[in-house]
Nanobody
Framework: VQLQASGGGLVEAGGSLRLSCAIS?????????LGWFRQAPGKEREFVAS???????YYTSSVKGRFTISRDNAKNTVYLQMNSLKPEDAAVYYC??????????????RGQGTLVTVSS
């Protein structure tokens, strides 16, 4: 199973980015919970958002109303639309697949990450 995250980059505060994570080799993709986590330099990794197989969504409080997680089961892809970005959103973002949770270790499959930089 491979998870390939993309879409990161440099954006000004207040701007938007859309992260994508293409997942290959995962049978019955539609039955998996999918998540995004992030880790900023010098900080612990934290949960950002998740989407269940029925498309129920969950967000950490700091991104509610600004970020939207979605999935396309036909393309085996999960997305994270990030709007109104703040400097504190800067981090490496990781996509995951597994049991829906806010816990990194609940996800059996994890990607390599994509870097998001937000300039103030």
């Amino acid at each position: 199973v491979q998870l390939q995250a993309s879409g990161g980059g440099l954006v000004e505060a207040g701007g938007s980015l859309r992260l994508s994570c293409a997942i290959s080799g995962l049978l019955r993709f539609s039955t998996y919970g999918l998540g995004w986590f992030r880790q900023a330099p010098g900080k612990e990794r934290e949960f950002v958002a998740s989407i269940a197989w029925r498309s129920d969504t969950y967000y950490t409080s700091s991104v509610k109303g600004r970020f939207t997680i979605s999935r396309d089961n036909a393309k085996n892809t999960v997305y994270l639309q990030m709007n109104s970005l703040k400097p504190e959103d800067a981090a490496v973002y990781y996509c995951t697949a597994g049991s829906i949770s806010t816990n990194w270790y609940s996800y059996k499959y994890r990607g390599q990450g994509t870097l998001v930089t937000v300039s103030s």
